[in-house]
């Protein structure tokens, strides 16, 4: 592999972005790439280990996907639309030129399957034995009407709302499929507007993620688990299995009466699984009514 | 180190972003970044990887140093002013908090020091043995009424301009100190307008790079060894050493007649090193005339 045959593949095959996507102004190519936005832009970045996030002899088309769907999903989190993309990567000194090539050719194809071509980026060779690492910052714009929505609007008196299932992502491969919720977000800021109070992506897990939504607002959050809906066969550790990228959103007590049980653009389903009340920290109730303390369940990358 | 307990360090201490950079709008702490911005923004991204980029034992500060400055140095190239960045970190997992801490403090403090606010990232620990990888992206606005200077606009009867001086980088260190040359580029977009007609920050060393500028703007570029300005003791490779990061830039003849000897601001020496023909390629003529090709000089980091 070497950086200036890679980088000369890369510049043909990026070309055509500035007639694709009008908001490239400057693809690769350049010291930097320049791109139009404003007033306001999303960020978001996110790492991809061998090893950690994928396991050695991942087809490389699905280490691509899941490295920029990752950073996608956190857009989706936000009710954003991805934009643009960087994306770097340190490969195996080893890898041949093919391989360099392809995998560049699946990151920029998953980038422009979500709205946010590849502008620029950087590659290295690793030494023997190092991992790959794959990174990929997106860029975006917010909801137009409703604008960010962070994890921090949660009230006492909300209702704690989810979309689609959880549980088992690793053991069935969804972490490396899954579908960033960028359709369902636009959907629900549309329809709840600022009703809908906060959101966040569930990448470290049920339980812990509900635990940051609680802590950013500053109120507690109480989940039961039988209104959570799971993938079967059922995980035993549904609530801190991680790697779902569902949506958890916080919304106004009376949005039950507005939302349908399905995203229409997708047949994603919502569901209500909990309650925002005054206090903090986060809990799941069992069938017996047992509460659970979520804040240390599921994924420190630590 | 726990991403969780990082995190925390990492949040307290961004508290005060929103009122030292008015700019960001949402600070660390969320699934995304908010930043205003428009109508345009310049990105870049760089990797820096133990090992390649520094030798193991190197002090963190210079190490978070050098992960900024080399992408802050891509924002000075186009003539940029840089804004925010996000960082992101693969750290052994053996590091103490109090590492990672310190790390995350230094990176913070000299994205400040810049003027680009880290406003996200992402951390994850690495097998035993694994190099640490560092990346920073950072965004910028382009110059405001220059607009961003590119590779691509060089043309015959331009000449060949450079900051500072080069050559012996990396043996005497300035790899890990150099000064993004921001405030001579703002100079020089200032003062020469339309007439700064191309620019390139010497990275992968002098020939290397101006050899992209020649192929960016379609040119071929002559210049004469013995105008370079070179660093005391003179490396035998001065022209393929890399790691310079002074500013390669193209300027239409007559800007000798407008441009002083350095940068007002900074002091920074600026020198014509050669001229700009028909054609293509880059080469560097030596005392006796004889010319050498310089593409392929340099660091390819293949």
Same sequence: chains 1, 2.
Avoid: N
Wanted: net charge negative.
């Amino acid at each position: 592999m070497r950086e200036s045959r890679l980088l000369d593949h890369i510049y043909r095959r990026s070309a055509d972005l500035a007639s694709s996507f009008p908001g490239v102004l400057l693809g690769p190519g350049d010291d930097c790439a320049v791109v139009a936005c404003g007033p306001q832009t999303l960020l978001t970045v996110d790492q991809l280990i061998e090893g950690r996030h994928y396991l050695p002899g991942t087809a490389i088309d699905l280490i691509a996907r899941k490295a920029v769907a990752r950073s996608v999903s956190d857009i989706a989190a936000m009710a954003g639309v991805p934009r643009w993309a960087l994306a770097t990567a340190a490969l195996p000194a080893a890898w041949s030129q093919a391989e360099s090539d392809d995998l560049f050719d699946r990151l920029a194809t998953w980038a422009r399957h979500w709205g946010c071509p590849l502008v620029g980026g950087d590659i290295a060779a690793l030494p023997e034995g190092a991992p790959m690492l794959l990174t990929v910052t997106v860029g975006g714009d917010p909801h137009a009407s409703r604008g960010p929505v962070t994890r921090s609007g949660a009230k006492p008196g909300d209702c704690v709302w989810m979309t689609g299932r959880v549980g088992g992502s690793l053991p069935s491969g969804r972490h490396l499929t899954f579908e960033p919720r960028i359709a369902e977000a636009r959907w629900l800021a549309d329809t709840l507007t600022t009703r809908l109070h906060a959101m966040i992506d569930l990448s470290d897990g049920l339980g812990r993620d509900a635990a940051r939504v609680a802590a950013g607002s500053g109120v507690r959050l109480e989940i039961e688990a039988a209104l959570v809906p799971v993938h079967e066969p059922r995980s035993p550790t549904v609530a801190s299995d991680g790697e779902d990228y569902e949506l958890l959103f916080i919304a106004d007590a009376d949005a039950d009466m507005t939302l349908p049980a399905a995203c229409p653009q997708t047949g994603t389903p919502v569901t209500r699984i909990g309650q925002v009340i005054a206090g903090q920290g986060c809990v799941i109730i069992d069938a017996a009514g047992r509460a659970w303390d979520t804040t240390e369940m599921g994924w420190d990358h630590g």
